[in-house]
C-alpha cells in the first residue's frame, strides 16, 4: 500500500514536471524569444534613439516586459493574483536600473548612463546571493509557504535583466571582472528556456509542489 502511495506521488510530480514543458509554455517561451528580437530592433529606431530620456526609458520597460513574461510562463495566469505577482516581477526587474542613480549620486540621466563602472546591482555574482539570502530571511521571520515564490521570481528578475545587458556589455563576475558579451543568440535562447529552468529548480527544491497548490495543478502558461 505504502509503495503504491508513493509510486502515485512519484508519477504524479512527474506529470507536473513535463507540463513545465507542455506545448502552450514552450509556445510562450518561444514567443518571449521573438519578443526580445524585436523589441531591440524597436530600440534601434531613430526616434528612440536620438532621445536619452526615451531610450532609456523604453530599454528599461523592456527589461520589466521580459521579466514579467517569464514569471508568467512559470506560474501560468489563472486568477487575478497572479496577475500582481506578475506585475511584481517586472517591477523588480525595472527598479535594479535605479542603481545607477546611486552609483552617479545624482538624478541626471546623462550622468547615470555615464559611470566609471558598473553599479552594485549589476554584478551577476549577487544573483544567488540575494535570493538565498531572502531565502534565508523569509525563514527567519516564518513566513507562510505561500510566500515561497519570492527568491525564484527575484532569479527570474535579476538573471533575464543582467543576461540582457550581458549581451552589450558582458557579465560582471565578481571578483573575477567582466566576460565577453554574450552573444546575441546565446541571450536570446537564454532567456526564453530561463522560465522552463526556474521551474526545473523549483521542482527540485520542493517549491515547486507548494507553488502548485497556490496556482493550480499545473505550473504552466
Given amino acids: 500500500m ?16 513535463l507540463q513545465t514543458f507542455s506545448t502552450a509554455s ?3 517561451s518561444t514567443g518571449l524569444g521573438v519578443f526580445c528580437f524585436l523589441a531591440d530592433r524597436f530600440l534601434q529606431l531613430p526616434l528612440i534613439q536620438n532621445h536619452i530620456w526615451l ?13 514579467l513574461w517569464s514569471w508568467a510562463i512559470v506560474i501560468g495566469l489563472r486568477k487575478k493574483s497572479d496577475l500582481y505577482e506578475v506585475a511584481l516581477a517586472g517591477f523588480l526587474a ?7 542613480f ?7 540621466l546623462k550622468a547615470a548612463l555615464n559611470l566609471p563602472h558598473r553599479p552594485p546591482l549589476h554584478c551577476s555574482t549577487l544573483i544567488p546571493a540575494l535570493c538565498l539570502s531572502l531565502r534565508l530571511l523569509m525563514w527567519a521571520c516564518r513566513l507562510k509557504d ?3 515564490f519570492l527568491p525564484w521570481m527575484l532569479f527570474i528578475s535579476l538573471a533575464s535583466h543582467h543576461v540582457r545587458d550581458g549581451a552589450r556589455h558582458g557579465l560582471w563576475v565578481c571578483p573575477l571582472g567582466n566576460t565577453a558579451p554574450v552573444p546575441y543568440w546565446l541571450y536570446v535562447a537564454i532567456t526564453a528556456t530561463l522560465p522552463h ?12 509542489d507548494v ?11
Fill in 94 to 100: 525595472s527598479v535594479i536600473d535605479l542603481d545607477h
Fill in 55 to 67: 531610450r532609456a526609458a523604453a530599454d528599461n520597460a523592456v527589461h520589466a516586459a521580459i521579466a
Fill in 2 to 17: 505504502v509503495v503504491a502511495m508513493n509510486m502515485a506521488v512519484e508519477t504524479e510530480k512527474a506529470q507536473a514536471l
Fill in 146 to 148: 505561500s510566500w515561497c
Fill in 211 to 221: 507553488i502548485s497548490t497556490k496556482h493550480g495543478i499545473a505550473i504552466d502558461v
Fill in 102 to 108: 546611486y552609483l552617479a549620486g545624482s538624478l541626471s
Fill in 197 to 208: 529552468l526556474c521551474s526545473v529548480l523549483m521542482y527540485l527544491t520542493g517549491t515547486r
Fill in 26 to 28: 514552450v509556445v510562450a
